[in-house]
């Protein structure tokens, strides 16, 4: 099975920056997602790492060390409109393919 | 990228009932899976649809609750079947390719039973 863990809540201010950790532990690891999820939508993807370092996408980056099963989502320039669930998903390989599985999510609220 | 359209939206059935929700992709997909998203809580996988054969199903989760067609490569369907208000919930359809880097969602279908 797999196990993943991310902090259920966290609070910013606008302009700051923000680090969202995820830690996991599974068998025939194939790739860390994150994505974004606004009340009431569905989830959107934001980056995906296979490999260990740091992927950066304008504003946000998302860092990889596969012997840690840590991961980890970076927001810079924070801005009101990121007020959303992080979603860490850790990618492995079944017997049916492919499997996503989502950790619980953390639920940013930035602040003015 | 993929286009995914799912139907209903969102719907209020009454418990006893069922409900089929309809997953249409514009391309031929891989994989193909079904989450539930329960009220403030993050996505639990229910099932992978395998195309021309019966679905895989994750621990609680049972083909009799949860039954799941997959006639080809574009479209799939998830039965939720003599509901309760348990199963209140956002039913989301995913899809993957073989070898990509990313899952697409369709919007979700919010169910509402009472």
């Known amino acids: 099975g797999q196990n993943i863990d991310q902090p259920t809540e966290m609070t910013a201010t606008e302009g700051a920056i923000v680090q969202i950790n995820c830690t996991y532990q599974?068998?025939?690891?194939?790739?860390l997602f994150w994505y974004q999820q606004h009340a009431g939508e569905a989830p959107t993807f934001l980056s995906y790492n296979v490999l260990d370092g740091l992927e950066e996408k304008g504003r946000f980056s998302s860092f990889l060390s596969r012997s840690k099963g840590y991961s980890y989502l970076l927001l810079k320039e924070l801005q009101m409109k990121d007020s959303a669930s992080y979603l860490c998903a850790v990618r492995a390989i079944n017997n049916a393919g492919n499997m996503l599985t989502f950790g619980g999510g953390t639920r940013l609220m930035v602040k003015p | 990228s993929a286009v995914i359209s799912q139907k209903p939206s969102r719907d209020i059935c009454q418990r006893g009932t069922s409900l089929t929700i309809q997953c249409q992709v514009d391309s031929q997909v891989t994989m193909m899976f079904w989450y539930r998203q329960q009220p403030g809580q993050s996505l639990t996988l229910i099932a992978t649809?395998?195309?021309?054969?019966?679905?895989?199903?994750e621990s609680g989760f049972v083909i009799d609750k949860f039954p799941i067609s997959r006639p080809n490569l574009t479209f799939s369907t998830l039965t939720v079947s003599n509901m309760s208000p348990e199963d209140s919930s956002i039913y989301l359809c995913?899809?993957?390719?073989?070898?990509?880097?990313?899952?697409?969602f369709g919007q979700g279908t919010r169910l509402t039973v009472v």
């Open positions: 649809a395998n195309q021309g054969s019966e679905a895989t199903y």
């Open positions: 599974t068998s025939g690891f194939n790739g």
């Open positions: 995913s899809v993957a390719y073989r070898g990509g880097t990313e899952a697409f």
